[in-house]
């Protein structure tokens, strides 16, 4: 691999960058308060498409939607805000998302484009509704970290929702019903702040990243995982010591 090109026209630290599903287009995301477009045609020579002005603090993340024509961004003003891009060269602000009251670390679009996921400094995530882009309206606020939510990944089919946070776990949410999420497991292991979530393609295992300098993988799939530990358990319960333990229910063995 070589170094295909240097993007220098932030001048502050930049925290987050994100490809178009196209893959021609960059946002690189900045401590200096603004978010960048830069064109990927020639991707020896990029050059900057538009600056996205608005935030009043830097800006930590964002994510193109699945369709390309929206950018999130998400700031330590607080906020997340959602531009049109229909014109690259052109941006136009559609909205302001508000309600945290912590820097808005991590923004994801589900796969569908219709729902938002924002992570904070707050403690908490929540799910936004896009289907009015000009009017998104919060479905749900996720309130069970204990420490700031470093970052959100929604699995492939948009059931399920991963939350990453400083208290040392990442957390699995099911979203069946948007406007009441409801908390499927909490993944405990790492001895440090989990910074960063991701899904695989197939959705079945889940990766965390941690400051305790270890990344880790995680089965997200129940029936692969009860198939897993079935087979490191064998031999399971036998009849007799099933009647000894539990008399009266039907001889039902967790693994056959």
Not at 80 to 99: E, I, R
Request: hydrophobic share 35%; aromatic share 8%.
């Amino acid at each position: 691999p070589g170094l295909l090109a240097t993007l220098t026209d932030h001048p502050s630290t930049v925290w987050s960058v994100a490809f178009s599903p196209d893959g021609h287009t960059l946002a690189t995301a900045s401590g200096d308060h603004t978010a960048k477009l830069w064109d990927l045609n020639d991707l020896h020579h990029p050059t900057l498409l538009v600056t996205l002005t608005g935030h009043t603090g830097f800006v930590a993340s964002v994510a193109f939607s699945p369709d390309g024509h929206t950018l999130a961004t998400g700031s330590d003003d607080n906020t997340a805000k959602l531009w049109d891009l229909h014109d690259l060269h052109h941006p136009t602000l559609l909205a302001t998302l508000t309600g945290h009251t912590g820097t808005v670390y991590s923004v994801a679009f589900k796969p569908d484009g219709h729902t938002l996921a924002t992570a904070s400094g707050d403690n908490t995530a929540k799910l936004w509704d896009l289907h009015d882009l000009h009017r998104p309206s919060l479905l749900a606020t996720l309130t069970d970290h204990t420490g700031t939510v470093w970052s959100v990944a929604f699995n492939p089919d948009g059931h399920t929702l991963a939350t990453a946070s400083t208290d040392h776990t990442a957390k699995l949410w099911d979203l069946n019903d948007l406007h009441h999420p409801t908390l499927l497991a909490t993944l405990t292991g790492h001895t440090s702040w989990v910074s960063s979530v991701a899904f695989s393609p197939d959705g079945h295992a889940l990766a965390t990243a941690s400051g305790d300098a270890t990344a880790r993988l995680w089965e997200t799939n129940p029936d692969t995982a009860a198939a897993q530990i079935c087979a490191t358990a064998w031999p399971t319960i036998t009849e007799d010591e099933w009647n000894q333990y539990l008399p009266g229910p039907a001889y039902q063995p967790p693994c056959r």
